[in-house]
């Protein structure tokens, strides 16, 4: 018990979580019954510590026509040190597909907006250009998706490049293989455009999303019609979510490609790094929460595979918000167990997933405490 007691703290010290936390799992034994349950007031306590955003994923929108074959959607916001190469990349693609690309100025206070506004002008007659006040990464995408006419549509964050052959490699499949979604592999890359990391699909017509797919929406080439009653929720942080429980879940027949043709640039500014230690990041449970009410509203059925995720989902919820103090945890824990109870109940849900088993178990018994220990496991 020791040694375990020993390895679980190395993992928790490799993770950065504060020392406090640390001793209080470490200070336990694993045999120990559970001794924590809060009431049901937990929701109300963590929404006065931070409110839940009011958006929500779903919409009622109808593409009018089809004019292109791919609609590029790229949202901008003070990127001006990489706008230029990012958008330059996308002009330079080695595509018999015919493309649009739409940019969207999202209230940049630097010089991104003249970049952008450049090249509308330099290219008018396949960017769009539009110009807002600030809504964040969700409310430009969604005013976005209002000027998509292509058959299938891709997202490109600005600080990142796409290879000359993104367009064409996407595209080629999508259509030859009548798919719902493509995905390429990737390349991670620093400040420098040094690669640090390459990611490589195998070539498979017919994966499941939750087990070949990266989490992120870039990269990849949506049907358009899959978002006709899907936006992504305005005002939370980790707005990504959505993909998994909403467009995932419609898709019929998803493909993995070898061809590497996105390059994420890795920003030590990014929300990874800037949501440590902040209370806005409890936005991770409540979107959570938030996308599984939308799928009752829109009777998606709720299967073994959004089950799995959504477990894993909740102790990455949990990890997030691990830098806050101790009784927001034990509240936001209160949370997570009530909601997988509410949409997942006990008597039709069990996990396949080995390694979602003691996770499982903890939440159904309510354990905080061993509760934490899995989520550092995982």
């Known amino acids: 018990m020791y040694e375990l007691r020993r390895s679980i703290d190395r993992r928790m010290r490799k993770l950065k979580m504060p020392k406090c936390l640390r001793e209080f799992v470490v200070g336990f034994n694993l045999s120990e019954k559970k001794d924590f349950l809060l009431g049901q007031d937990s929701f109300d306590k963590l929404m006065s510590i931070s409110p839940s955003p009011k958006g929500t994923s779903i919409v009622n929108r109808r593409q009018e026509k089809i004019n292109y074959d791919l609609s590029i959607v790229v949202p901008a916001y003070n990127v001006s040190q990489y706008v230029a190469d990012c958008i330059k990349s996308l002009i330079d693609q080695d595509t018999e597909y015919k493309y649009q690309i739409i940019l969207i100025n999202d209230g940049s206070t630097d010089g991104t907006r003249d970049i952008l506004l450049d090249y509308s002008k330099k290219y008018p007659t396949n960017i769009i250009f539009i110009d807002q006040e600030n809504k964040g990464f969700s ?114 027949k998803i493909i993995t490609i070898p061809e590497i043709i996105y390059r994420y640039r890795k920003n030590p500014q990014g929300i990874t ?106």
């Open 139 to 252: 409310g430009a995408r969604n005013v976005a998706l209002n000027y998509v006419s292509g058959r299938y549509i891709t997202f490109v964050d600005t600080d990142d490049v796409v290879t000359s052959k993104f367009v064409q490699s996407l595209l080629k499949v999508a259509y030859e293989q009548d798919a719902d979604i493509v995905e390429g592999s990737y390349q991670v890359i620093d400040v420098d455009d040094n690669v640090i990391q390459s990611n490589i699909h195998f070539l498979n017509t017919n994966v499941n999303a939750f087990k070949a797919l990266y989490g992120y929406p870039w990269g990849k080439a949506y049907r358009s019609s899959l978002l006709n009653d899907i936006q992504f929720p305005e005002g939370f942080w980790y707005e990504d979510t959505m993909q998994m429980y909403r467009l995932w879940p419609k898709a019929n």
């Open 273 to 378: 790094n800037d949501s440590k230690g902040k209370v806005k990041a409890l936005d991770s449970l409540y979107i959570t929460i938030r996308l599984l009410e939308d799928c009752n509203v829109e009777h998606i059925a709720l299967d073994g595979d959004l089950y799995n995720f959504t477990l894993s989902q909740m102790a990455m919820n949990f990890l997030r918000i691990q830098d806050l103090d101790e009784n927001i945890l034990k509240n936001a824990f209160n949370v997570i167990t009530q909601t997988i109870d509410k949409f997942f109940p006990a008597d039709v849900f069990k996990t396949s997933d080995v390694q979602l088993r003691k996770l499982e178990e903890s939440l159904r018994n309510k354990d905080y405490k061993k509760f934490v220990v899995y989520c550092i496991m995982l």
